[in-house]
């Protein structure tokens, strides 16, 4: 006699010839299917987590087929029993037909707790199941499964929601979906697909970006407080690593590469083309795509900049001299001096380095003066060339608050934006962050939305409003709530740009600029 259960919540479990989908009032499960003799243990193993997901012990269960069959079960959760459905006789809380609606009747069970008739009846169900069509709301995962072969769940879907402060300029607060990351505020990234990451502790998620379906999961050894994907030795690598450990990942394997840290070294994710171990010795540790390092001695006076492939680009801001260290020798090539870019002008800071271009900024009696030097590739001396010169008006340009998204190719120092690989220059009216390929500027009261090209894409009237860590392909705007206490990732709908409040924009491009063959 099957236990006494509630006509509501109902489990539903679409049978397919590779898996088994467990739908637990909006939490999806998915158990893959290695062997169809084992498929009524598989069925029976995920409604029963099904039901403790649900916080029962017992619940009605509709098994679902390709060809329409449905097929009335409950499941007790602490059994690890799926059975035919039996309303039990007289009056009770649960009211619900039995046996199979449009087919004969079967049931699934335990190995050990069914007699041989009952095992053909459950294995009836999946001798009638075809190739799985799933509904809208769920979608394929990439399911991983230990070597052993025991079964791993993956949860769907997450739901949506409102974020809770104004959004982005651009934006509306309605989260097309939403998922914990359970405080972190790590910041999103994209995978090597263009599907974004979030981090829940340990744990590492790729999504779908319309429906934030789980695509895939890695596991850290560690809390993870910073990410970034890399292309090293040309291949993929997601980088997830906190102040003093890293491991890496591939597309293909939830297998980590650990990376061996020094004990006295810094990792640093944001400092170039691959992830840079600094070392208080004057070393940088490279990281190649296997997970092993290059050692690339920073010269005495200098800092580094950036780690170009196994390339070092480091500067003496002071003295404005560049090297580039491509071995791991302590014959340091000669260093390049960044030329000046007008007679007269005094070097007052090199902001950074994009993709092996330096950025430096001068100044004369007049302006400000922003100079681009690409730095070749040499192992004797290193070598610059001068490509272009911007002039900007306002106040000089300082290292102290300089951002780099090196994904777009972007700096902001102060409140100049600088495109790199464009060699272009903006004045923007107002603090700025930069993320996510755009200038986002709070002033009077106002967020803009500021592109690359200085113009004004979008404008909100909230000061405060969120600003997104990345921007998917289908214009999906992935943010986070600073401070808030579970540290939610909302994928927001766009919507149309506000008209701006004056005809005034918030950044104008540079009145002059002359290029440097």
């Known amino acids: 006699m099957s236990p006494a259960v509630h006509s509501w919540p109902v489990i539903t479990l679409t049978f397919g010839t590779e898996q088994i989908v467990a739908d637990a009032n909006g939490e999806v499960l998915t158990y893959p299917v290695l062997d169809a003799a084992t498929a009524h243990e598989v069925a029976a193993d995920a409604a029963?987590?099904?039901?403790?997901?649900?916080?029962?012990?017992?619940?009605?269960?509709?098994?679902?087929?390709?060809?329409?069959?449905?097929?009335?079960?409950?499941?007790?959760?602490?059994?690890?029993t799926l059975e035919e459905y039996e309303p039990p006789s007289g009056p009770g809380p649960a009211t619900s037909s039995s046996?199979?609606?449009?087919?004969?009747?079967?049931?699934?069970?335990?190995?050990?707790?069914?007699?041989?008739?009952?095992?053909?009846?459950?294995?009836?169900?999946?001798?009638?199941?075809?190739?799985?069509?799933?509904?809208?709301g769920t979608s394929v995962a990439m399911n991983l499964t230990?070597?052993?072969?025991?079964?791993?769940?993956?949860?769907?879907?997450?739901?949506?929601?409102?974020?809770?402060?104004?959004?982005?300029?651009?934006?509306?607060?309605?989260?097309?979906?939403?998922?914990?990351?359970?405080?972190?505020?790590?910041?999103?990234?994209?995978?090597?697909?263009?599907?974004?990451?979030?981090?829940?502790?340990?744990?590492?998620?790729?999504?779908?970006?319309?429906?934030?379906?789980?695509?895939?999961s890695r596991t850290a050894p560690f809390i993870v407080t910073q990410m970034a994907l890399f292309t090293a030795d040309g291949q993929s690598r997601l980088a997830a690593a906190t102040a003093k450990e890293l491991v890496l990942f591939t597309p293909d394997s939830a297998d980590p590469i650990r990376v061996e840290v020094p004990q006295e070294a810094t990792v640093i994710l944001d400092g170039g083309t691959v992830p840079r171990l600094d070392l208080p010795t004057k070393k940088s540790l490279l990281v190649r795509a296997d997970g092993s390092t290059v050692s690339r001695v920073v010269p005495a006076a200098a800092k580094p900049l950036e780690a170009q492939g196994a390339d070092l680009i480091a500067a003496d801001t002071k003295a404005g001299k560049v090297w580039?260290?491509?071995?791991?020798?302590?014959?340091?090539?000669?260093?390049a001096t960044l030329p000046a870019p007008a007679k007269g002008a005094e070097l007052t800071a090199v902001l950074g380095s994009v993709e092996g271009r330096v950025v430096a900024a001068w100044?004369?009696?007049?302006?400000?003066?922003?100079?681009?030097?690409?730095?070749?590739?040499?192992?004797?001396a290193t070598a610059v060339k001068q490509v272009a010169v911007r002039e900007l008006d306002g106040n000089q340009i300082t290292t102290s608050t300089v951002q780099a998204d090196r994904v777009h190719g972007l700096l902001?120092?102060?409140?100049?934006?600088?495109?790199?690989?464009?060699?272009?220059?903006?004045?923007?009216?107002?603090?700025?962050?930069?993320?996510?390929?755009?200038?986002?500027?709070t002033d009077d009261g106002e967020q803009a939305q500021?592109?690359?090209?200085?113009?004004?894409?979008?404008?909100?009237?909230?000061?405060?409003?969120?600003?997104?860590?990345?921007?998917?392909?289908?214009?999906?705007?992935?943010?986070?709530?600073?401070?808030?206490?579970d540290g939610s990732l909302y994928a927001l709908v766009e919507t149309g740009p506000t008209p701006t409040a004056s005809t005034s924009p918030t950044a104008s491009p540079t009145p002059t600029a002359k290029e440097t063959p």
């Open 48 to 80: 029963a987590e099904a039901c403790r997901r649900l916080g029962l012990k017992a619940c009605r269960v509709q098994g679902r087929t390709e060809d329409g069959s449905v097929f009335e079960m409950v499941v007790d959760a602490e059994l690890g």
């Open 99 to 136: 046996g199979r609606q449009g087919g004969s009747s079967a049931s699934t069970r335990k190995a050990g707790a069914r007699s041989g008739n009952q095992r053909r009846r459950a294995l009836a169900i999946w001798g009638s199941v075809g190739i799985l069509a799933l509904t809208a």
């Open 146 to 216: 230990e070597g052993d072969g025991e079964p791993v769940a993956v949860v769907h879907t997450p739901p949506p929601a409102q974020l809770p402060v104004p959004a982005p300029a651009g934006w509306d607060t309605y989260g097309a979906w939403a998922t914990p990351m359970s405080g972190s505020q790590v910041k999103a990234v994209l995978d090597w697909e263009g599907r974004p990451v979030s981090v829940d502790g340990a744990k590492l998620i790729g999504h779908a970006p319309n429906k934030g379906v789980e695509q895939w």
């Open 324 to 335: 580039r260290v491509g071995t791991d020798s302590a014959a340091l090539p000669k260093p």
């Open 363 to 380: 100044k004369d009696d007049k302006q400000t003066i922003v100079g681009f030097y690409d730095v070749d590739e040499a192992t004797d």
């Open 412 to 441: 902001l120092a102060s409140t100049a934006l600088i495109d790199v690989e464009a060699t272009t220059v903006h004045r923007l009216d107002g603090q700025a962050t930069l993320a996510a390929g755009y200038a986002w500027v």
């Open 450 to 485: 500021v592109t690359r090209n200085g113009q004004i894409e979008a404008t909100t009237r909230a000061g405060q409003a969120a600003v997104p860590d990345v921007i998917t392909d289908n214009g999906m705007a992935l943010t986070r709530v600073a401070g808030s206490t």
